[in-house]
Each structure stands twice: as structure tokens, then as C-alpha cells.
């Protein structure tokens, strides 16, 4: 909750609530390409599902290589070709989805706080909803995986604590800062006299 997008996505107390069972989150990149990754969250017993893990791949799929850009797809000498430096993360990663077992209805948090599609563009949704939909929804508009994975992952007892720059937690020690310079402030402020009784 100490991430800004993240507090965003898990706005309903609901999902916040079924967040409080996490136990662990783990990313494992993909050797072949560093780019796709799996993310896990595991949980403890809960009212929400029955699933101990959920899971999120973000699979890399390379395009067909076609004979007349064979020669994009050939390595130098360092093992990188031109087609590795022409990725698109739409073109290039697919993310994969999980159905989550729910409890009951009155729990089944992506079906109570659906995404809200935007009439405008169908590729944004106007509404999140429920964090959850991160996994039983293939998409990921709002890039929930990638920020996981280099961010917070990365940095995970920092954004355990509160103590990275930007957070929330950091914000309010801000504000705390603040308060404490606009006293230092009203010191400098004569004093006023005391009234002879």
C-alpha cells in the first residue's frame, strides 16, 4: 500500500482486506528474456478464495521469424540482435490470465468492483476496480505487473517500511517536516508581552 499506483488499484477496502492475508510475493525473470517475467502472490487461509497462490505470467512471445527479416533475428557477437532491440512490450509480451476460485458470491471481489469500460477508448478502462482483476483479466493497462516487478519487487522491504522516496509514508513524514519548519518559523515571531496583572 505504500506504492502510489498500487494504492490506486487497491482502493476498495474489500480488496485491501483480502490484501491483508498476502504472505509473500515473488517475481521470477525469464533467463531467455529478461523482459517476461511470472509474478506470484501466495496467501494465507482466507474468506476471499481458496487459492494459496495466484499467479500472473508475462510470457514472452517473439514474432515468427519470416525469411526476408531472417537477419534481424541473428545475434552478434555479444548475443543481441536487432530484433531484441526492437521490442514492444504489447507486441512482444503476453500476459496471461487465472480464474480465481472464490468463496461465495459476497467475496467474489472481480465480479462485486468489475473494470468499467471507457466508452472512448477501448483499451483504458474508465474504472480498475478490484486489484484482483489483475489476474483474472489478460490485460494490464495500467501496468500493475511491470511496477511490481521493477520497482517494488526490487525493493521490497523498502516499500515494506514506508521508506522509499515517494511513498506514502515518505510524504507524510513530509508533511510532518513541514508543520515543523512553519513552527520554526512563527519562533522568529516577537513575543508578545505579558500583561501586568
Do not use: C
Not at 521469424?65 to 507486441?91: C, Q, R, Y
Not at 519548519?181 to 500583561?195: A, F, G, Q, V
Amino acid at each position: 500500500m505504500h506504492h502510489d499506483v498500487i494504492l490506486v488499484h487497491a482502493q476498495h477496502r474489500s480488496d485491501q482486506t483480502a490484501l491483508s492475508y498476502l504472505e509473500d510475493v515473488w517475481v521470477t525473470r525469464d533467463p531467455k528474456e529478461h523482459r517476461a517475467f511470472t509474478i506470484e502472490f501466495t496467501f494465507k487461509e482466507n474468506p476471499f478464495f481458496t487459492d494459496k497462490v495466484l499467479t500472473k505470467e508475462f510470457k514472452h512471445a517473439p514474432p515468427k521469424v519470416e525469411e526476408a527479416n531472417a537477419h534481424l533475428h541473428k545475434p552478434d557477437e555479444n548475443g543481441i540482435s536487432d530484433a531484441m532491440l526492437d521490442f514492444e512490450w504489447e507486441t512482444h509480451i503476453e500476459p496471461s490470465t487465472i480464474k480465481i476460485n472464490w468463496k461465495d458470491p459476497e467475496h467474489a471481489l472481480t465480479q462485486l468492483y468489475p473494470r468499467v469500460k471507457d466508452e472512448d477508448d477501448d483499451d483504458f478502462p474508465a474504472e480498475s476496480g478490484s486489484f484482483f482483476n489483475f489476474f483474472e483479466e489478460k490485460s494490464d493497462p495500467f501496468n500493475i505487473g511491470e511496477i511490481i516487478a521493477d520497482e517494488i519487487f526490487p525493493l521490497a522491504i523498502n516499500y515494506f517500511m514506508g521508506d522509499v522516496e515517494g511513498s506514502e509514508a515518505d510524504s507524510d513524514e513530509e508533511d510532518e517536516e513541514d508543520d515543523e519548519d512553519e513552527e520554526e518559523i512563527d519562533l522568529e515571531k516577537p513575543r508578545p508581552k505579558k500583561r501586568k496583572v
